[in-house]
């Protein structure tokens, strides 16, 4: 077990050294600065604010910097708002976004379990229909298009809730929702299929040979054994939300880091760019860290020391 | 048991011997693969109507190349933001009007527009033909979807039947390269390729295809590995088969199931990821237009003029259903074990 941690915290190293390192060989390879009125400007003044912004270095240096920055939480100074240090910008808009994505988790991953299981018990019934059709449906409307129309129909229309901004926990309702829509469907999708192998599984017809109730079957057997397999999607799921968030904290004015992102990319601040990516890729990959080791703790079936091949 | 019966020679008829030959033999006749996961599919009607509303939309968007009722590019300013009109038909929300300051008010007759003019479904800001748009639309968004998915799927089938076949230590060389990638977000590898190639539909397209092919190189990879234990490819191998054609002849037929369900499930995924970057901002840029970008303008006017975002919206979404609905028909038709 020791030993599987450490492997996979070296890889996760690397994974992030080569993230930073193509991160930032890519930004450089962009044309940009943070000059605005270059024409205006005599070449000392240039001189003068690139160097502020260590871009008088050689590449190089630069990326040493960067790197050594990096794992001292610095990121750099924002090209957008002059004077702000990335990190300050990061970590006054991650708290949204966390907050966000772990309502949306709870309420995608918990409703999808029941509806899904539901589909799985009364297969082949109206129930399992409904279900499937509605899961499709969160499948395949896309994450914007549901947030516009619950922005535009619940918060404008009915008035029952704020349409934008940020200010407690009602503003978070309609964001949490329209997050929440996909992976509410994906776990619904999954635990059906999970469920309905595990109910034709040889220990189901010995639990209710036994004479165990209908639900007994169903809770203590059936789905215990399909919630174990849930943790392998947690992952994507977090993948899911992170990508939704970008645009649904637009269409919401969420101060979070997914508008962050978006607006960094409209005006090229590529420092921000840069430390949004490292972000949004550590969160990632200790997502999926704690998912292998909470799935290897939780399924006896999984031995983490056999996983060679 | 003592009795014995006696039985004279011409107590026995003899049959005509030509006509019962096939007695024994199975009626059904011999079903390829193909033809079986068709016969299997036809008994979904989910599937095929998702199969039929595809074909349909593929051949409007494809089709609209040819014959549109209006330039998708032409602008008209005088008749801008007008609202759906169809010839003789008088229900509100199809008949030219719009609800202006609480009252209804004929938007065609205030633009001046002849009793002639209408627009199916109505026009937007700059006065271009809404369905000439979403036909257009579509077929970008089609398009990109299709040849991201084709790269895809030509780079990820090979990686997968290479890092398989091979085995050992390439295979887990390969193998750390998939998880490396596998645990950046995959919009963020998308938003940094289309930085450095600039917005566009090329871009899009590389940076879809990009990001998307580990799954399927993962899948391929995992089923190479079981299929080169299997006798048949020992058998070629000690025929004295070359690899290449070992892959060609025994691995990509075997296969064939896992690439088009896989196939199948990337393309509305691609059609997703290229309306979102459209969405935000740094996908498709103008003149050219994908569903993505008809979003972005519609949402801007969705107080007032809902149709211009509610049909590229509907458009989307039952694309979105007809291939996942689809996808899961051939699913089940392909692999009848499978899960699902």
Same mark, same amino acid.
């Given at each position: 077990?020791?030993?599987?941690?450490?492997?996979?915290?070296?890889?996760?190293?690397?994974?992030?050294?080569?993230?930073?390192?193509?991160?930032?060989?890519?930004?450089?390879?962009?044309?940009?600065?943070?000059?605005?009125?270059?024409?205006?400007?005599?070449?000392?003044?240039?001189?003068?604010?690139?160097?502020?912004?260590?871009?008088?270095?050689?590449?190089?240096?630069?990326?040493?910097?960067?790197?050594?920055?990096?794992?001292?939480?610095?990121?750099?100074?924002?090209?957008?708002? /002059?004077?702000?240090?990335?990190?300050?910008?990061?970590?006054?808009?991650?708290?949204?976004?966390?907050?966000?994505?772990?309502?949306?988790?709870?309420?995608?991953?918990?409703?999808?379990?029941?509806?899904?299981?539901?589909?799985?018990?009364?297969?082949?019934?109206?129930?399992?229909?409904?279900?499937?059709?509605?899961?499709?449906?969160?499948?395949?409307?896309?994450?914007?298009?549901?947030?516009?129309?619950?922005?535009?129909?619940?918060?404008?229309?009915?008035?029952?809730?704020?349409?934008?901004?940020?200010?407690?926990?009602?503003?978070?309702?309609?964001?949490?929702?329209?997050?929440?829509? /996909?992976?509410?469907?994906?776990?619904?999708?999954?635990?059906?299929?999970?469920?309905?192998?595990?109910?034709?599984?040889?220990?189901?017809?010995?639990?209710?040979?036994?004479?165990?109730?209908?639900?007994?079957?169903?809770?203590?057997?059936?789905?215990?054994?399909?919630?174990?397999?849930?943790?392998?999607?947690?992952?994507?799921?977090?993948?899911?939300?992170?990508?939704? /968030?970008?645009?649904?904290?637009?269409?919401?004015?969420?101060?979070?880091?997914?508008?962050?992102?978006?607006? /960094?990319?409209?005006?090229?601040?590529?420092?921000?760019?840069?430390?949004?990516?490292?972000?949004?890729?550590?969160?990632?990959?200790?997502?999926?860290?704690?998912?292998?080791?909470?799935?290897?703790?939780?399924?006896?079936?999984?031995?983490?020391?056999?996983?060679?091949? | 048991?003592?009795?014995? +019966?006696?039985?004279?020679?011409?107590?026995?008829?003899?049959?005509?011997?030509?006509?019962?030959?096939?007695?024994?033999?199975?009626?059904?006749?011999?079903?390829?693969?193909?033809?079986?996961?068709?016969?299997?599919?036809?008994?979904?009607?989910?599937?095929?109507?998702?199969?039929?509303?595809?074909?349909?939309?593929?051949?409007? &968007?494809?089709?609209?190349?040819?014959?549109?009722?209006?330039?998708?590019?032409?602008?008209?300013?005088?008749?801008?933001?007008?609202?759906?009109?169809?010839?003789?038909?008088?229900?509100?929300?199809?008949?030219?009007?719009? *609800?202006?300051?609480?009252?209804?008010?004929?938007?065609?007759?205030?633009?001046?527009?002849?009793?002639? +003019?209408?627009?199916?479904?109505?026009?937007?800001?700059?006065?271009?033909?809404?369905?000439?748009?979403?036909?257009?639309?579509?077929?970008?968004?089609?398009?990109? &979807? *299709?040849?991201?998915?084709?790269?895809?799927?030509?780079?990820?089938?090979?990686?997968?039947?290479?890092?398989?076949?091979?085995?050992?230590?390439?295979?887990?060389?390969?193998?750390?390269?998939?998880?490396?990638?596998?645990?950046?977000?995959?919009? *963020?590898? *998308?938003?940094?390729?289309?930085?450095?190639?600039?917005?566009?539909?090329?871009?899009?397209?590389?940076?879809?295809?990009?990001?998307?092919?580990?799954?399927? &190189?993962?899948?391929?990879?995992?089923?190479?590995?079981?299929?080169?234990?299997?006798?048949? +490819?020992?058998?070629?191998?000690?025929?004295?088969?070359?690899?290449?054609?070992? &892959?060609?002849?025994?691995?990509?037929?075997?296969?064939?199931?896992?690439?088009?369900?896989?196939?199948?499930?990337?393309?509305?995924?691609?059609?997703?990821?290229?309306?979102?970057?459209?969405? +935000?901002?740094?996908?498709?840029?103008?003149?050219?237009?994908?569903?993505?970008?008809?979003?972005?303008?519609?949402?801007?006017?969705?107080?007032?003029?809902?149709?211009?975002?509610?049909?590229?919206?509907?458009?989307?979404?039952?694309?979105?259903?007809?291939?996942?609905?689809?996808?899961?028909?051939?699913?089940?038709?392909?692999?009848?074990?499978?899960?699902?």
């Amino acid at each position: 077990m020791a030993k599987y941690l450490i492997k996979r915290i070296f890889y996760l190293l690397l994974t992030l050294f080569i993230v930073i390192t193509v991160t930032f060989f890519m930004m450089k390879l962009l044309p940009g600065t943070p000059l605005t009125n270059q024409q205006k400007l005599s070449p000392a003044q240039q001189h003068l604010i690139l160097k502020q912004y260590g871009l008088t270095k050689p590449v190089w240096q630069q990326y040493l910097i960067y790197v050594a920055g990096v794992f001292h939480g610095n990121f750099g100074t924002s090209f957008q708002f /002059s004077d702000q240090p990335v990190s300050y910008l990061i970590s006054s808009r991650i708290g949204p976004s966390l907050l966000l994505g772990a309502q949306a988790m709870i309420l995608g991953v918990i409703p999808g379990i029941l509806v899904g299981a539901l589909g799985a018990i009364k297969k082949n019934t109206w129930v399992d229909s409904t279900t499937t059709i509605v899961s499709i449906l969160g499948i395949s409307i896309p994450s914007f298009v549901l947030a516009v129309l619950l922005q535009y129909y619940i918060g404008l229309k009915l008035g029952w809730l704020p349409i934008a901004d940020w200010g407690g926990f009602a503003y978070t309702i309609l964001p949490t929702i329209a997050l929440a829509a /996909s992976p509410f469907a994906d776990t619904a999708r999954f635990i059906r299929t999970e469920m309905v192998d595990v109910l034709n599984s040889d220990y189901i017809e010995l639990a209710k040979a036994k004479g165990l109730s209908k639900w007994g079957v169903i809770y203590h057997h059936a789905l215990r054994n399909s919630l174990i397999p849930v943790v392998t999607i947690i992952g994507p799921l977090a993948v899911n939300i992170m990508t939704g /968030s970008m645009v649904i904290e637009n269409i919401f004015s969420v101060p979070g880091i997914g508008e962050q992102f978006v607006k /960094s990319i409209l005006t090229n601040d590529y420092p921000t760019i840069m430390a949004v990516t490292i972000v949004y890729s550590l969160m990632l990959m200790v997502v999926l860290l704690i998912t292998d080791i909470v799935y290897g703790i939780i399924d006896p079936r999984i031995r983490i020391t056999n996983t060679s091949k | 048991m003592a009795d014995e +019966v006696k039985l004279p020679a011409d107590a026995f008829e003899p049959l005509d011997k030509s006509k019962h030959l096939d007695s024994e033999k199975i009626s059904a006749p011999n079903l390829t693969f193909m033809q079986d996961a068709w016969r299997r599919l036809k008994k979904n009607k989910g599937a095929i109507i998702a199969m039929t509303l595809l074909i349909i939309f593929f051949v409007m &968007a494809f089709g609209s190349a040819f014959i549109s009722p209006h330039n998708p590019n032409a602008v008209n300013p005088q008749y801008a933001n007008l609202p759906p009109k169809w010839p003789g038909v008088g229900i509100n929300g199809f008949n030219g009007t719009l *609800v202006q300051a609480g009252s209804r008010v004929d938007a065609y007759k205030a633009a001046g527009a002849a009793s002639s +003019v209408h627009y199916w479904l109505g026009t937007d800001y700059l006065g271009r033909d809404l369905l000439s748009r979403i036909l257009y639309g579509t077929r970008i968004s089609l398009t990109v &979807a *299709v040849v991201a998915t084709l790269v895809d799927l030509l780079f990820g089938v090979t990686f997968g039947l290479f890092s398989g076949w091979k085995g050992g230590r390439i295979d887990n060389f390969m193998q750390r390269i998939i998880e490396i990638i596998m645990s950046i977000p995959t919009l *963020v590898v *998308v938003v940094l390729l289309i930085l450095v190639l600039k917005p566009g539909m090329m871009s899009i397209t590389i940076a879809i295809a990009f990001s998307s092919w580990t799954t399927m &190189a993962r899948l391929i990879r995992a089923q190479t590995l079981e299929l080169k234990e299997q006798e048949y +490819v020992l058998a070629a191998k000690t025929l004295g088969e070359s690899s290449i054609k070992i &892959a060609f002849k025994h691995l990509l037929p075997n296969l064939s199931s896992i690439i088009i369900i896989q196939t199948m499930f990337t393309i509305p995924s691609a059609i997703f990821f290229e309306a979102f970057l459209s969405y +935000v901002g740094i996908g498709i840029s103008s003149p050219k237009a994908s569903l993505g970008t008809l979003l972005n303008d519609g949402q801007k006017n969705f107080q007032f003029l809902p149709y211009q975002m509610w049909y590229p919206a509907i458009v989307l979404s039952i694309i979105m259903i007809a291939f996942n609905v689809f996808a899961d028909g051939l699913r089940d038709a392909f692999d009848p074990q499978s899960k699902g």
